[in-house]
């Protein structure tokens, strides 16, 4: 097993990646698994990420923010390599739809037990992610937070959602899917891979086989505040002017050319249209027994539903 952990990210620099180091080795090494904990940033990070199949490795723990997790995922994506994760960054989604606990020891203990499960990516325009997409609102967020990430957490949320809010302009949107096509004056627009639940940025199944689309109407900048502000509560799916889309393949036309979007926490310049599809059991995840447990019984009321 090799371990890249993210040089750069707090719990590393706090604590030292010396010590670091040899918990994690300590942690995750057993009788029959040698560990190879690999403490890095930038290039140096992608390249342990992307070396380690070629070096033996079957399974590789990322300690690290949704942006570097997403790169080993679409490295990893239709293999037999199988990923871990440890929640080093500032928002962890993969980690927190798997019930990882937030702090390392109780992370790596619950990764000591975990055991290799299949879930489902999502691509745009071909390049696999894992979670979130998310054009308008959504990616000048993610730029606003990025800018002010040295303000702290709470303060820098708030400010964040300032700037996203009032740069945000109105987009003409045009949402395709099966062929069919709704347009929509909107401010932001997100794809997730399988919904989140009616409440909490939470994914209970990872292996749902659908997209989730949510655009959000442009109705004047006081409604697009109190959206904005219920985005960070996850009080906006149900607020007035947001349509809702699910489904396997979903194309976003616009009369841009092109348009930033915040793919996993990760801003990128994309042309338009934006094609997303879902990539069903794409990836292979190290999930905690408990997860394991609580995918099936989702399943099981799924397909109970499904027959009834």
Do not use: C
């Given at each position: ?193 399988n919904a989140f639940d009616a409440s909490g940025w939470h994914r209970s199944r990872l292996d749902g086989g659908q997209l989730e689309v949510l655009v959000a109407e442009d109705r004047g900048t006081l ?60 990836l292979s995840l190290l999930v905690p027994p408990s997860a394991h447990q609580w995918q099936a019984h989702e399943r099981e009321i799924h397909e109970r539903d499904d027959v009834t």
């Open positions: 097993m090799r371990v890249v952990l993210n040089a750069k990210a707090g719990t590393v620099h706090d604590m030292g990646p010396d010590k670091v180091r040899d918990i994690v080795d300590e942690a995750l090494t057993r009788p029959d698994l040698d560990v190879d904990v690999v403490v890095a940033e930038g290039d140096a990070m992608a390249s342990a990420i992307a070396s380690a199949p070629h070096e033996g490795y079957d399974t590789v723990v990322v300690g690290a923010g949704d942006g570097t997790v997403s790169y080993a995922a679409s490295v990893f994506a239709n293999t037999d390599v199988t990923l871990g994760v440890l929640p080093l960054g500032t928002m962890n989604l993969l980690a927190y739809d798997i019930g990882l606990p937030r702090d390392l020891m109780g992370a790596l203990e619950a990764l000591h037990d975990a055991k290799p499960m299949r879930v489902d990516l999502g691509t745009l325009n071909g390049r696999p992610f894992h979670g979130v997409s998310g054009v308008g609102f959504f990616s000048q967020m993610a730029m606003a937070r990025e800018q002010l990430r040295d303000r702290g957490r709470a303060f820098g949320w708030f400010m964040a959602l300032g700037r996203a809010v009032f740069r945000s302009g109105r987009m003409s949107l045009e949402v395709e899917v099966a062929g069919a096509r709704e347009s929509i004056d909107a401010y932001a627009a997100l794809v997730t891979v409604a697009r505040l109190r959206t904005g502000a219920e985005v960070l509560v996850d009080a906006w799916r149900g607020a007035p002017g947001i349509h809702s889309f699910s489904a396997r393949r979903v194309t976003i036309h616009a009369r841009r050319r092109r348009a930033w979007v915040a793919t996993d926490g990760e801003v990128t310049r994309e042309s338009l249209p934006l094609r997303y599809a879902l990539a069903p059991a794409a």
